[in-house]
């Protein structure tokens, strides 16, 4: 029983570079969550889809940051230019349905940027 | 700010020996979760329990919840050197004025059990 996937699980780049962060999640489930995890800040949710469709997107740190999510079954998180400060974890999890329903994670991406 | 905090930030007990973390949070909720996190993993979902429940329980796992007090805590009884990892509390909580609610994680306690 597939639980959520990420790739890549591990990402070196350099400042400025662009980075793409994908998902898929738990075939059924209708909700879809992208988090950031550092020591300093913790987890902290950076945008949600609900059926497709971005529900809050108040967590996205700024305009580098974008997100799609183009069918039921996958989604990206996009980074450009990419940053120091943008070094963290990245966890998809995605629900059954909503927001504060069990959330299951992925193994999460590391991102380095240099 | 975060709406559920972790106390203690880290624990360190010995296998066998009963471990309690608890959390507390700002508003009023619906639902809170605890999730578990081992090192250099996802979190996986422990338990939830609703805001008119005061006790759950799941085998080893003692949950409660005292939402006169906006805390709850949690037990692992019997611990293992395996529960060594990061334990974090989620409440479910909307941002003032808004309309659409999420669940927001307190920054966990790192429990360490030694064999």
């Known amino acids: 029983d597939a639980g959520v996937i990420q790739s890549p699980r591990h990402e070196v780049t350099e400042m400025g570079q662009e980075v793409t962060l994908r998902c898929k999640p738990i075939?059924?489930?209708?909700?879809l969550f992208w988090y950031r995890q550092t020591m300093m800040r913790g987890l902290e949710l950076l945008i949600y889809?609900?059926?497709?469709?971005?529900?809050?997107d108040s967590g996205m740190p700024e305009d580098r940051f974008s997100a799609k999510m183009p069918n039921a079954s996958f989604s990206t998180l996009k980074i450009q230019p990419s940053e120091p400060r943008d070094s963290a974890v990245y966890f998809c999890?995605?629900?059954?349905?909503?927001?504060?329903?069990?959330?299951?994670f992925g193994p999460g991406t590391r991102l380095t940027v240099l | 700010s975060q709406q559920g905090e972790e106390d203690p930030q880290a624990l360190s007990i010995q296998e066998g020996e009963n471990a309690t973390m608890n959390c507390s949070y700002k508003?009023?909720?619906?639902?809170l979760q605890w999730y578990r996190q081992n090192s250099g993993r996802g979190l996986v979902h422990l338990i939830l329990i609703r805001s008119n429940e005061r006790e759950k329980h799941s085998g080893r796992l003692r949950v409660t919840l005292d939402t006169s007090k906006k805390s709850s805590s949690l037990l692992i009884t019997a611990s293992r050197a395996a529960d060594t990892a990061s334990y974090f509390c989620?409440?479910?909580?909307?941002?003032?004025?808004?309309?659409?609610?999420?669940?927001?994680f307190g920054k966990g306690t790192l429990l360490t059990v030694n064999p």
């Open positions: 889809f609900n059926n497709n469709v971005p529900i809050d």
């Open positions: 508003t009023s909720i619906n639902n």
């Open positions: 989620a409440t479910d909580s909307r941002e003032s004025g808004g309309s659409n609610y999420k669940l927001t």
């Open positions: 999890a995605s629900s059954l349905d909503g927001a504060v329903d069990t959330q299951y």
């Open positions: 075939s059924g489930h209708n909700s």
